[in-house]
């Protein structure tokens, strides 16, 4: 998601005042007063794309060669079952053994999070409870969303938290009102920052003075701050967040990681330049050709993308076109 000019001006001060170092010196992040985390999720995290075959069938083989590519990048872990993931196309068993397969080749050094977000409490707890015993280190709950309308900040509150007390594992919350319809509430997102078992949110709503505040509410908690998409990614750096689960890091996952260097060194304008070549490529791969142009981007930089599962649909020649054009642009094809 670009930076907007509404979201983009309130940080100016504060990146020129960054910037205002000699050139060529970097002023690195400091460290917020707080706890240390239970879990740290500091760094990068993409949101794997689950590859199907030409029957639409899970590809396990090149599921597996996609993260035999994704070791060399310095990622700090990989999200299964997310948006991008197509978790709701998947049947319950193909939730369990997507998970199972990547865990299997992940490097114990590396987190798991995994997806277990259901409209019921009672599923959600099911489901996050099975993913912990197939080796997730955390759990990542989306909104319930499709009685929304009843969807009260009490009403999550009480989900969430009766998700957390039962989970064997660490509770991320996940806000992406784009897919949802429905922003985790701040005052929601504040109180289940204090249970000790909810240790973060990814929130993929792109605005930034929400996330800073959530960064300067939550800072006596052992809670962190996961921005949702690259485009937004040194903006969220510069207001405190901890890493990000970026769509784009299936593609471009190196270049992020470098972004995310940049801005704990506090080379602001280098991690600028870097930023702005980021942010049409994310836009395609994310609102406008979404999960079927995420992974016709992936074919060009030598990972498996393939079909996407019915009723999402191929792109046409023309919008592959328009997606390669995001991508050759700012000099990445």
């Known amino acids: 998601m670009a930076l907007s000019t509404r979201l983009a001006s309130p940080l100016r001060p504060a990146l020129a005042a960054l910037c205002r170092a000699a050139p060529g010196q970097c002023r690195g992040l400091s460290t917020p007063p707080g706890p240390e985390p239970t879990l740290d999720l500091g760094g990068i995290f993409p949101p794997l794309a689950t590859p199907f075959s030409a029957l639409q069938e899970v590809d396990y083989a090149q599921l597996e060669a996609n993260l035999r590519r994704y070791a060399s990048i310095p990622f700090r872990g990989l999200v299964v079952l997310?948006?991008?993931?197509e978790y709701p196309y998947l049947a319950p068993r193909e939730r369990l053994e997507v998970l199972s397969c990547v865990r299997r080749a992940l490097p114990r050094d590396r987190l798991l999070l995994a997806g277990s977000g259901c409209e019921s409490t009672q599923a959600t707890v099911e489901l996050t409870v099975s993913m912990a015993e197939a080796g997730a280190d955390a759990a990542l709950v989306v909104t319930p969303c499709y009685y929304r309308g009843a969807m009260s900040s009490a009403a999550l509150v009480r989900h969430y938290t009766e998700v957390a007390e039962a989970s064997p594992i660490p509770v991320v919350l996940y806000s992406v009102p784009a897919n949802t319809g429905l922003e985790l509430p701040l005052e929601a997102v504040l109180t289940?920052?204090?249970?000790?078992?909810?240790?973060g949110i990814k929130d993929s709503g792109g605005d930034i003075t929400r996330l800073g505040l959530i960064v300067h509410k939550t800072r006596q908690e052992d809670f962190q701050v996961l921005a949702g998409?690259?485009?937004f990614l040194l903006?969220?750096?510069a207001v405190g967040a901890s890493g990000g689960v970026c769509a784009l890091a299936n593609v471009l996952g190196a270049p992020l990681c470098q972004l995310e260097r940049l801005c704990r060194q506090g080379c602001w304008q280098?991690?600028?330049e870097l930023q702005h070549r980021l942010i049409e490529p994310n836009a395609a791969v994310t609102r406008r050709f979404g999960i079927p142009g995420l992974k016709q981007a992936m074919e060009w930089f030598g990972y498996y993308g393939g079909p996407c599962r019915a009723p999402l649909a191929p792109l046409s020649p023309a919008q592959v076109e328009e997606l390669r054009g995001a991508f050759s642009s700012t000099g990445w094809l």
Request: aromatic content about 4%; hydrophobic content about 35%; overall charge neutral.
């Open 192 to 199: 289940l920052a204090q249970h000790p078992n909810v240790i």
């Open 270 to 272: 280098e991690a600028r």
């Open 229 to 231: 998409s690259a485009g």
């Open 82 to 85: 997310g948006s991008t993931g």
């Open 235 to 237: 903006a969220s750096y």
